[in-house]
């Protein structure tokens, strides 16, 4: 992974001592709160609900065991003894108190870890595959342009003041585990037909009140114009972009209201201009970052005791049915921890669970964590002989529940428990949903079935690319649920389809398991997924059974 020099070092250590003066002006009355808005925002850290949050970037999801060490020791110190990982593949602290932010920030830099770009209206944490390095699919280990973007969009001074937020995705294959469609800008690392690496560009993605994906804007940039061609793209769209109404601000709108003929023809006549700005100092950098992300030394070790563990105990082999995944290297299983235990706060990781996963990276996993924007935790590279040993010991701590990619494995924002924008509640919802599936026993014959959910109309849970997409919303001081059905974040992207008027919040969690028990009785065979089904049938038969005990609330 990447490791800081001296610059880097010096430009977090000067930002935290700005902040720390900051803060004291605004405890001693020297700022208001409307002068000290901006300037927390520019360091992550929002008035919530209750309390002030503290958003902490995750670069690309990954993370050393020593900085999962710190972020345990920060949560207990200064927070409530946990920390809640989010869909950027951050993780939020929730309840910091103001003048603990600039000791926060500072345990940060002593682990090359910050604050800095998660909020305002710049480029915010940069995205990518949460399998990269180890999926046998990619072509490259995305991480490398995925750091060479985080470096050149840190402290930009034309980008910090863009119309609204953005947000950019690297992967590396065919198959999307990044959600790339739904960003600003989706970058897919390709060759062309002369064995040339390259960049497949997409613009203008994003969910919210206006969910739109991503178009293709260039089949095949070089790699040497990655750099000059992002500045072209956000350059006109820093220009285009509406400042009049932060709904209508984002790239997507721009794109919809210029139109991509239009706004392809101005980055490209931008691109030219930038490109010459650039003299090959920018391809000496990420030489130097790629040599940051060599591969392990992958160590041969017999895999049978794997074989015969799955072979002797269900319960290890149902595990590693779901939250075992093929990796590159023969011998070599990539671990996904599931945050989702039934009933539990999706996303949520106590101190001692993060030192449990930490303690597991260093010694079976080559020092190597990732967070998945799913809201779970992942270990890379997992020797096969090794995964009985991290299975008991996840068990031991809570971690090993059997359910990734099933119905239990749902995004949740933190909604009306935490957040100031929401209008109804979301962690409670995911929960008893969980709790039911798994009264029933039915989640493992179901299958992969991704379940969503916002506490607002501003999506933070991804709703519109769930299999299922449940909003909440406020109707006449009533908590209302929208649902919505088709929706899809992989290379198969579709944003879901509203199925009607919304559900009361006692009756949402009966017409989620009204839906799932239609999908096994309509499908075709336990092959066919509920995606697979929903796009063979339509709508039509969901529906029916969505609304068939007529427990609906008032028409949304």
């Keep these: 992974m990447y490791r800081y020099n001296d610059f880097d070092e010096a430009f977090v250590r000067t930002r935290v001592a700005q902040f720390r003066d900051q803060v004291e002006r605004r405890i001693a009355g020297g700022l208001t709160e409307d002068e000290f808005r901006p300037l927390r925002l520019m360091n992550g850290l929002y008035l919530q609900l209750h309390a002030y949050m503290l958003r902490v970037a995750v670069p690309y999801g990954t993370l050393s065991p020593r900085q999962m060490r710190q972020l345990a020791m920060i949560a207990e110190r200064w927070d409530r003894g946990y920390g809640h990982f989010t869909t950027r593949t951050n993780i939020q602290f929730n309840w910091p108190k103001l003048p ?40 490259e280990d995305p991480r490398p342009v995925a750091e060479f973007i985080r470096q050149w969009s840190t402290d930009h001074p034309e980008f910090q003041f863009l119309p609204r937020k953005f947000k950019i995705a690297v992967i590396a294959s065919e198959a999307d585990r990044a959600a790339m469609r739904t960003h600003d800008i989706g970058l897919r690392i390709l060759r062309n037909d002369a064995g040339e690496t390259g960049f497949e560009v997409w613009v203008g993605g994003g969910l919210g009140r206006t969910p739109m994906l991503s178009q293709r804007l260039r089949s095949f940039l070089p790699r040497a114009d990655l750099l000059p061609y992002l500045e072209a793209i956000i350059a006109t769209y820093n220009l285009l972009g509406r400042r009049d109404n932060k709904f209508k601000a984002r790239i997507k709108i721009t794109v919809h209201e210029t139109g991509m003929e239009e706004i392809s ?78 009933g539990g706060t999706p996303g949520d990781a106590t101190a001692e669970q993060m030192r449990v ?116 919303l406020d109707r006449a001081g009533v908590e209302n649920y929208q649902i919505t059905l088709g929706g899809d974040a992989t290379e198969t992207a579709a944003i879901g389809e509203r199925t009607g008027p919304g559900f009361a919040y006692d009756a949402v969690v009966p017409a989620i398991e009204r839906l799932i028990l239609a999908y096994l009785d309509l499908r075709e065979g336990p092959e066919e997924t509920f995606i697979a089904a929903y796009r063979r049938l339509g709508m039509a038969p969901f529906k029916a059974a969505l609304y068939e005990t007529g427990e609906r609330a008032d028409a949304a």
């Design 100 to 139: 603990d932010v600039p000791d926060i920030l500072a345990a940060l830099a002593d682990v090359e870890m910050h604050a800095i770009q998660t909020s305002g209206n710049t480029i915010r944490n940069v995205s990518a595959d949460h399998f990269a390095g180890a999926a046998a699919d990619e072509i």
């Design 265 to 342: 023809r101005l980055v490209e006549d931008e691109f030219p201009r930038r490109r010459a700005l650039f003299s090959g100092v920018d391809q000496a950098l990420f030489k130097e970052i790629r040599a940051a992300f060599a591969p392990p030394a992958f160590r041969d070790a017999d895999p049978a005791p794997y074989y015969a563990m799955r072979g002797a105990d269900p319960v290890f082999r149902a595990w590693t049915d779901t939250n075992v995944a093929a990796h590159k290297a023969p011998g070599y299983g990539i671990v996904t921890i599931s945050l989702k235990p039934h």
């Design 357 to 472: 996963v930490a303690d597991l990276a260093e010694r079976y996993a080559h020092d190597d964590i990732r967070v998945s924007h799913h809201q779970n935790l992942v270990l890379p590279h997992v020797p096969l002989a090794d995964i009985p040993a991290v299975h008991a010991a996840l068990r031991g701590a809570g971690l090993a529940t059997a359910n990734v990619g099933l119905a239990s494995d749902i995004i949740a924002c933190p909604g009306m428990d935490y957040c100031s924008l929401a209008t109804a509640r979301s962690i409670p919802v995911a929960q008893e949903i969980a709790e039911r599936v798994e009264e029933l026993k039915i989640e493992h014959e179901v299958g992969h079935l991704a379940i969503k959910i916002s506490g607002c109309i501003n999506a933070c849970g991804h709703h519109h690319v769930g299999h299922i997409g449940i909003l909440g």
